[in-house]
């Protein structure tokens, strides 16, 4: 039926037709993403900016890991590891209801939850956030 084992003659093992197809899997994938991020980001960046009265109800923030190899003079491969945090702030706006958005101007740790005020947004990022006088 189907030969699994190395071939050495003139013909294909399943194993090597297989890992040029992952390949090229796994290369369209991180291609993928990397062009719905930029969209994403000329999307948020081209948006109008809004001033809106909010209330901060939620702050979150969400740790991405990524792997990575180091590769060494002596030839050895060594694991290594990199992390970014995003951090998210929920607005409650007037007429109830609620909006995640993606703290871009480092605003986490300047405001808690609770506080009123206005909120500039510009998709779906938060860039500003001015207390308001009576908290």
């Given at each position: 039926m189907f030969d699994m084992g190395p071939s050495f003659g003139g013909g294909f093992s399943m194993m090597s037709s297989i890992?040029?197809?992952l390949v090229v899997v796994v290369?369209?994938?991180v291609l993928?993403?990397?062009v719905m991020n930029g969209a994403r980001y000329v999307k948020n960046a081209s948006s109008p900016r809004e001033s809106v009265f909010a209330r901060v109800v939620a702050?979150?923030?969400e740790v991405r890991t990524q792997s990575h190899h180091h590769h060494h003079e002596n030839g050895h491969v060594?694991?290594?590891h990199s992390s970014r945090t995003y951090?998210?702030?929920t607005l409650e706006f007037e007429n109830g209801e609620r909006k995640e958005?993606?703290?871009v101007r480092n605003l986490?740790?300047?405001i808690i939850e609770g506080d009123s005020g206005y909120a500039a947004v510009q998709g779906d990022w938060i860039v500003a956030f001015e207390r308001n006088g009576g908290n």
């Open positions: 890992i040029p197809i290369f369209a994938v993928i993403g990397i702050k979150r923030m060594h694991p290594g951090y998210y702030i958005y993606l703290d986490y740790g300047l």
